[in-house]
């Protein structure tokens, strides 16, 4: 079992950026694939981003190619999702999650993960 904590989190200006952490407690935090999902408000919980193990395999949705950035730092067991340009359609709170069954993935199924942290909320003000 390990818990996940995310920060970073905040209200921004349309165009502008955050970075999301999630730092993992646990030292077998390079087993484990990590990804990034958001629900919006009303709406359900959606894919971000992914990233494998090894950091060698990447996934994105399409809503957020060549915006968004996911980052890993096994040394100090944390997770990072860079967010640029975001805009008004943005707004949710974002989870991180990790993989444990299938670290050489990047999965993009919520059904995938088996560990959850509790969220941050960003809100992109037009």
């Known amino acids: 079992q390990i818990q996940l904590v995310e920060s970073g989190g905040g209200l921004v200006q349309a165009g502008g950026s955050l970075r999301l952490s999630c730092t993992a407690s646990?030292?077998?935090?390079?087993?484990?694939?990590m990804g990034w999902f958001r629900q919006p408000p009303g709406k359900e919980r959606e894919f971000v981003a992914a990233?494998?193990?090894?950091?060698?395999?990447?996934n994105y949705a399409d809503s957020v190619k060549g915006r968004f950035t996911i980052s890993r730092d096994v040394a100090k067991n944390t997770a990072y999702l860079e967010m640029n340009s975001l805009k008004s359609e943005d707004t949710a709170v974002y989870y991180c999650?990790?993989?444990?069954?299938?670290?050489?993935?990047?999965?993009?199924?919520?059904?995938?993960?088996?560990?959850w942290g509790q969220g941050t909320q960003v809100t992109v003000s037009s």
């Open positions: 990233i494998n193990w090894r950091g060698d395999k990447i």
């Open positions: 999650a990790a993989d444990r069954d299938s670290p050489w993935a990047a999965g993009v199924s919520v059904s995938e993960y088996e560990y």
């Open positions: 646990t030292h077998t935090f390079g087993t484990f694939a």
